[in-house]
Structure formats: structure tokens, C-alpha cells
T-cell receptor, first 115, second 114 residues
Framework: GAVVSQHPSRVICKSGTSVKIECRSLDFQATTMFWYRQFPKQSLMLMATSNEGSKATYEQGVEKDKFLINHASLTLSTLTVTSAHPEDSSFYIC???????????FGEGSRLTVL | AQKITQTQPGMFVQEKEAVTLDCTYDTSDPSYGLFWYKQPSSGEMIFLIY??????QNATEGRYSLNFQKARKSANLVISASQLGDSAMYFCAMREDGGNQFYFGTGTSLTVIP
């Protein structure tokens, strides 16, 4: 069964609106979750590392005010794309690393289309 | 420098044949893990196989095996007896044990031909 659940899988929104994507760790508590962005036919680009109970660590070039990350519990992290624009259209995918083995489990991904 | 290099943007293989997907990596960390993931057109990332830097034997998982050549810093994925359902993007990734971040290659698109 799924270890990480991501919702919604697809979302279409109007330019200027905000969209929230949820990432849930189903099988274990996750102090750290990772958010990636993937453009068509490209690799995953790490956007930020979400830390439970503290601020997220953003990668260089990622706007923290644009991509708000909240990790309020050990099983839930959310990514909010604020004031979305068409160039934010992309595939967003979260992941959780199992501390014991280092294995990375991914959510199903969320395809965002901004009109 | 790229941490993970996948030099084959696209590969084709005949059904039931074996195929090797190349991956080289760059790290100065003595302890690290290497991973392969499959991403079908639906988008989800599916874990295939893991190789630890100190593992003496090559990892195997069913039809997947990892040809680990530490001195060459390569971790090629071998898929035996290819099936049509193997058509997907394949990503090689590395995690240095001293850090928290995963590094992904640019991926190889595999197409299995009937």
C-alpha cells in the first residue's frame, strides 16, 4: 500500500489564486519531508525541505513567499502556491525519507495547471 | 559538477530482452546510497532498487539488478526479460549519508518494443 499520500492529484486554477497541496506520511512519522518540482520530461528539482515544527529550508532560487510550506505535524506537510501564475504550472511531488534505511518514498504527485 | 549523470536520454529494447541503463555518480563522501526509481506516464515515482556504498554484492530485486562498480563510480540498472509495462522514465539517485538531500539524474526514457 501507499506510504505517502498526496492530494490533490490534479488541480486547475485561475491565475492569481492560491492552491494548497497536501502530503501525508501514512506509515511512519516524518520529521522531514521533501518537495520537488518536475517540468515535462525533466528531472526532479528539489524545492525545499520541510521540517516538522520549524521553518522549511528552501533551495536557491525558490521563492519562499511564493511557495509556502507548512509542516505542522509528523504526518502532514502542505505546499501552498500563492498567487499562482501560468509559469507555476508543473508537476509537484513530495517525498519522505525513512530514517532507518534512507529510502525515499514519494507521493503520487500533483499536476497543477494555472490558466 | 553533476552529482548524478545519466547519459542516455532515450533507450529502446525488444520485449523479453535485457537492457542496461547507465548511471554514474560523483561524491567524496565514503558512505552513500544509490537508488533507482521508475516513473510511468502517470507520474508517480516507484522505488526499484537500492545499493549501499559498503554493500559487497550487487543488489538484485526480481528482474532488476544493479551493476555497482565503485571504483568507476557507476551504478547501472539492468532490467532482464523486459516487459511492455517497463516502458517509463527511469531515474538514478544518490543520497550521501552525511546529508539529507537526494540527487537525481536527468532520467532515461525506456521504450519496450513488442
Amino acid at each position: 500500500g501507499a506510504v505517502v499520500s498526496q492530494h490533490p492529484s490534479r488541480v486547475i486554477c485561475k491565475s492569481g489564486t492560491s492552491v494548497k497541496i497536501e502530503c501525508r506520511s501514512l506509515d511512519f512519522q516524518a520529521t522531514t519531508m521533501f518537495w520537488y518540482r518536475q517540468f515535462p520530461k525533466q528531472s526532479l528539482m528539489l524545492m525545499a525541505t520541510s521540517n516538522e515544527g520549524s521553518k522549511a529550508t528552501y533551495e536557491q532560487g525558490v521563492e519562499k513567499d511564493k511557495f509556502l510550506i507548512n509542516h505542522a505535524s509528523l504526518t502532514l506537510s502542505t505546499l501552498t502556491v500563492t498567487s499562482a501564475h501560468p509559469e507555476d504550472s508543473s508537476f509537484y511531488i513530495c517525498s519522505v525519507a525513512l530514517a532507518r534505511t534512507g529510502e525515499l518514498f514519494f507521493g503520487e504527485g500533483s499536476r497543477l495547471t494555472v490558466l | 559538477a553533476q552529482k548524478i549523470t545519466q547519459t542516455q536520454p532515450g533507450m529502446f529494447v525488444q520485449e523479453k530482452e535485457a537492457v542496461t541503463l547507465d548511471c554514474t555518480y560523483d561524491t567524496s563522501d565514503p558512505s552513500y546510497g544509490l537508488f533507482w526509481y521508475k516513473q510511468p506516464s502517470s507520474g508517480e515515482m516507484i522505488f526499484l532498487i537500492y545499493q549501499g556504498s559498503y554493500d559487497q554484492q550487487n543488489a538484485t530485486e526480481g528482474r532488476y539488478s544493479l551493476n555497482f562498480q565503485k571504483a568507476r563510480k557507476s551504478a547501472n540498472l539492468v532490467i532482464s526479460a523486459s516487459q511492455l509495462g517497463d516502458s517509463a522514465m527511469y531515474f538514478c539517485a544518490m543520497r550521501e549519508d552525511g546529508g539529507n538531500q537526494f540527487y537525481f539524474g536527468t532520467g532515461t526514457s525506456l521504450t519496450v518494443i513488442p
